[in-house]
C-alpha cells in the first residue's frame, strides 16, 4: 500500500483557466474527501465521496468547483475559470470506516493562479 | 458549529524538554480526535487517534489525552528533537462526517 497519491503536485496556471487534479486513494478506502488549506491555516473541508456517491459539499464549493468519483475509486477535482483567490494547497485524504475512518493524507497539489 | 483553538500558537525551545500542546473544541459530541503533523510544504501525517471513549492514546514518544465533556485534547511531546520541528494540528471528527482543523502550533526545535 503506496498511501494516497495527489497529480499534479504544483500546478501554475492563470486567470480564467481550468485545472483538474486527481487523487488516488488507498486501496479499498470507501471514503474519499478534499480540503483546501492557505497559508497559515488549517485545512478546510470542501466534499468527500462514499464509493462513487457525493454525500457533501461545502459552502466554499462555488459553482465553479466540481468533484467526481466516478467508479468509487480516484477522485477528480476540477475548478473552472480560476481566480487568484483559489491559489492554495488542494488535499485528498482516504479512510475506511473500520478503522475508525482515521484519515489518510496526500501530499497535496499546490494551485497558483497568476 | 465545531469551532477548534490551539494554544500555543507558537513554540520554539531547545532540543530534550518535554511540551505540551493545547487543542480545544467548542462541539464536544465527537467520535474521535486526530493529532496530525505537517512540514512545511507538504501533506499532513496523522501522528494519533484517540477514540471518544478513550483517555489517552500513545506512539513512541508522543501521548496525547481528550477530555471530552470539557473539549479538550492535549498532545504531550517527550524529549524532544530538531526532527520534531513542524506544525501540529488537531482536528475532531463528529457527525458532521468531516475532520475540523484548527490553525495549529508551529513548534521549531532547535540544537
Known amino acids: 500500500d503506496t498511501g494516497v497519491s495527489q497529480n499534479p503536485r504544483h500546478k501554475i496556471t492563470k486567470r480564467g483557466q481550468n485545472v483538474t487534479f486527481r487523487c488516488d486513494p488507498i486501496?479499498?478506502?470507501?471514503?474519499l474527501y478534499w480540503y483546501r488549506q492557505t497559508l497559515g491555516q488549517g485545512p478546510e473541508f470542501l466534499t468527500y465521496?462514499?464509493?462513487?456517491?457525493?454525500?457533501?459539499k461545502s459552502r466554499l464549493l462555488s459553482d465553479r468547483f466540481s468533484a467526481e468519483r466516478p467508479k468509487g475509486s480516484f477522485s477528480t477535482l476540477e475548478i473552472q475559470r480560476t481566480e487568484q483567490g483559489d491559489s492554495a494547497m488542494y488535499l485528498c485524504?482516504?479512510?475506511?470506516?473500520?478503522?475508525?475512518?482515521?484519515?489518510?493524507f496526500g501530499p497535496g497539489t499546490r494551485l497558483t493562479v497568476l | 458549529k465545531q469551532e477548534v483553538t490551539q494554544i500555543p500558537a507558537a513554540l520554539s525551545v531547545p532540543e530534550g524538554e518535554n511540551l505540551v500542546l493545547n487543542c480545544s473544541f467548542t462541539?464536544?459530541?465527537?467520535?474521535?480526535l486526530q493529532w496530525f503533523r505537517q512540514d512545511p510544504g507538504k501533506g499532513l501525517t496523522s501522528l494519533l487517534l484517540i477514540q471518544s471513549s478513550q483517555r489517552e492514546q500513545t506512539s513512541g514518544r508522543l501521548n496525547a489525552s481528550l477530555d471530552k465533556s470539557s473539549g479538550r485534547s492535549t498532545l504531550y511531546i517527550a524529549a524532544s528533537q530538531p526532527g520534531d520541528s513542524a506544525t501540529y494540528l488537531c482536528?475532531?471528527?463528529?457527525?458532521?462526517?468531516?475532520?475540523?482543523f484548527g490553525t495549529g502550533t508551529r513548534l521549531q526545535v532547535f540544537p
Open positions: 482536528a475532531p471528527w463528529s457527525n458532521t462526517d468531516k475532520l475540523i
Open positions: 462541539d464536544s459530541a465527537i467520535y474521535n
Open positions: 465521496f462514499q464509493n462513487e456517491a457525493q454525500l457533501e
Open positions: 485524504a482516504s479512510s475506511h470506516p473500520g478503522t475508525y475512518n482515521e484519515q489518510f
Open positions: 486501496s479499498e478506502h470507501n471514503r
